[in-house]
């Protein structure tokens, strides 16, 4: 795929959060809202990591390179956000928000830029694209209202959140540059390895938070997420 078009994925992908900062600062939506789309987002997820990263690296590396590299994604993931919780001591100010959103963030847009090495990426990067923009709108919508909490300004919280927006597009294409001339044995894992991450943020930030915003009725939204995402492959 032309680098133009992976970039076209990346401006994409991160343009949700720029929407989402915008809502956020200008618009207090209710709770239940933030949390459905959270949910829809976790369902979202869970389709792309299993079927558009797992799945083709099993098929390519087998199961001991793709459960490998899921499960050294997720540790590194963990431990990374154990460091960042460490650091800001689990409060939810503007930096914190900011860490955490790229941490989520990073893996999911460099396995996007990985998808679309070749002339048949177009449709599985659509698939983790969906997942990306459903996640990446309530967490900034929920980031930039927090941020406000905190003191930000309204053309703060947005600047801060259009700078992790253009950091994630880089991302993309990074992914894309960085594993286009490596063997599919190394696509593999790197495709496992973000799995891994992206199933970690899954699980210790976005349904937790959906939860807790919500309640058990996000089960609906997650699998609502789930089966819409799904049928977009």
Same mark, same amino acid.
């Given at each position: 795929?032309?680098?133009?078009?992976? @970039?076209?994925?990346?401006?994409?992908?991160?343009?949700?959060?720029?929407?989402?900062? +915008?809502?956020?600062?200008?618009?207090?939506?209710?709770?239940?809202?933030?949390?459905?789309?959270?949910?829809?987002?976790?369902?979202?997820?869970?389709?792309? =990591?299993?079927? $558009?990263?797992?799945?083709?690296?099993?098929?390519?590396?087998?199961?001991?390179?793709?459960?490998?590299?899921?499960?050294?994604?997720?540790?590194?993931? %963990?431990?990374?956000?154990?460091?960042?919780?460490?650091?800001?001591?689990? $409060?939810?100010?503007?930096?914190?928000?900011?860490?955490?959103?790229?941490?989520?963030?990073?893996?999911?847009?460099?396995?996007?830029?990985?998808?679309?090495?070749?002339?048949?990426?177009?449709?599985?990067? +659509? %698939?983790?694209?969906?997942?990306?923009?459903?996640?990446?709108?309530? $967490?900034?919508?929920?980031?930039?209202?927090?941020?406000?909490?905190?003191?930000?300004?309204?053309?703060?919280?947005?600047?801060?959140?259009?700078?992790?927006?253009?950091? =994630?597009?880089?991302?993309?294409?990074?992914?894309? =540059? @960085?594993?286009?001339? +490596?063997?599919?044995?190394?696509?593999?894992?790197?495709?496992?390895?973000? *799995?891994?991450?992206?199933?970690?943020?899954?699980?210790? $930030?976005?349904?937790?938070?959906?939860?807790?915003?919500?309640?058990?009725?996000?089960?609906?939204? %997650?699998?609502? *997420?789930?089966?819409?995402?799904? @049928?977009?492959?």
């Amino acid at each position: 795929m032309a680098l133009w078009s992976v @970039l076209g994925f990346g401006v994409v992908a991160s343009s949700a959060l720029v929407v989402g900062s +915008l809502l956020g600062a200008f618009w207090k939506p209710p709770e239940w809202v933030v949390a459905a789309a959270l949910a829809l987002s976790s369902g979202s997820l869970i389709t792309a =990591l299993a079927f $558009e990263l797992f799945e083709p690296a099993f098929r390519i590396g087998g199961g001991v390179l793709a459960s490998s590299g899921l499960f050294l994604g997720a540790g590194v993931f %963990t431990a990374t956000k154990w460091v960042l919780e460490t650091v800001y001591q689990g $409060e939810d100010s503007g930096p914190a928000l900011l860490a955490n959103v790229t941490l989520d963030g990073v893996p999911e847009n460099v396995a996007l830029g990985i998808v679309l090495i070749g002339n048949q990426g177009s449709r599985s990067g +659509l %698939t983790i694209l969906v997942a990306i923009v459903l996640s990446n709108l309530p $967490e900034a919508i929920g980031g930039a209202k927090k941020m406000q909490d905190a003191g930000f300004s309204r053309l703060g919280a947005v600047g801060a959140w259009t700078s992790v927006g253009v950091l =994630l597009a880089v991302a993309v294409i990074a992914g894309n =540059l @960085l594993f286009a001339d +490596l063997g599919s044995a190394a696509v593999a894992a790197a495709r496992s390895f973000a *799995g891994g991450a992206v199933l970690a943020g899954v699980a210790i $930030e976005i349904l937790p938070d959906a939860y807790e915003e919500g309640g058990p009725l996000v089960a609906m939204a %997650t699998a609502v *997420g789930f089966v819409v995402t799904f @049928l977009v492959r």
